[in-house]
T-cell receptor, first 113, second 112 residues
């Protein structure tokens, strides 16, 4: 039973446009959400996070939005650059049985020049 | 600069052989983790450790064991490999128990 779902395995976007990556979760105990980026043959690197007390967090070109009622979060990249081409993983954690980070299956983003 | 180092980047083993994957972090983190990454399945937690000589099972511990004799070192052991253990293995550490993870570069294991 996947508690964190990324339903789009892949996404292609033109350079300069917006990339929107989506993530849904089912466990209401989750209260902290993170996005990781992974290039081939490298480990994932932390990108941005958001706590459930907020609905938006920005860091440069990256913005994460959290909709708690819909149990949905999204990562917006504006403007998209070819170097953003990577696999993006959504992850969530919380308290009790949800205290460990649970990862989604990832979305391969390709930014076309 | 923070660093998590995994001992082997690529390994090829035959079914039934033993594999020892070592991970070392230089950030003095209490918490260390082993994940495997498979296409379409994301990262799945195998084992984790919050302290020296302490270990806890993750979501998929079957067929694996771990060792944490020193704070900076967390080893994953596959006593008798099987083909379904062909995967990318990722070690990570963190300062907070459920905080940002710092990952190593991964060890790609192929079991024939």
């Amino acid at each position: 039973d996947q508690q964190v779902k990324q339903n789009s395995p892949s996404l292609s976007v033109q350079e300069g446009r917006i990339s929107i990556l989506n993530c849904d979760y089912t466990n209401s105990m989750f209260d902290y959400f993170l996005w990781y980026k992974k290039y081939p043959a490298e480990g994932p690197t932390f990108l941005i996070s958001i706590s459930s007390i907020k609905d938006k967090n920005e860091d440069g070109r990256f913005t994460v939005f959290l909709n708690k009622s819909a149990k949905h979060l999204s990562l917006h990249i504006v403007p998209s650059q070819p170097g953003d081409s990577a696999v993006y993983f959504c992850a969530a954690s919380g308290s009790g049985s949800a205290r460990q980070l649970t990862f989604g299956s990832g979305t391969q983003l390709t930014v076309l020049p | 600069d923070v660093k998590v180092t995994q001992s082997s980047r690529y390994l090829v083993k035959r079914t039934g052989e033993k594999v020892f994957l070592e991970c070392v972090q230089d950030m003095d983190h209490e918490n260390m983790f082993w994940y495997r990454q498979d296409p379409g399945l994301g990262l799945r937690l195998i084992y984790f450790s919050y302290d020296v000589k302490m270990k806890e099972k993750g979501d998929i511990p079957e067929g694996y064991s771990v060792s944490r004799e020193k704070k900076e070192r967390f080893s994953l052991i596959l006593e008798s490999t099987s083909t379904n253990q062909t995967s990318m293995y990722l070690c990570a550490s963190s300062l907070m128990r459920a905080g940002e993870l710092f990952f190593g570069e991964g060890s790609r294991l192929t079991v024939l």
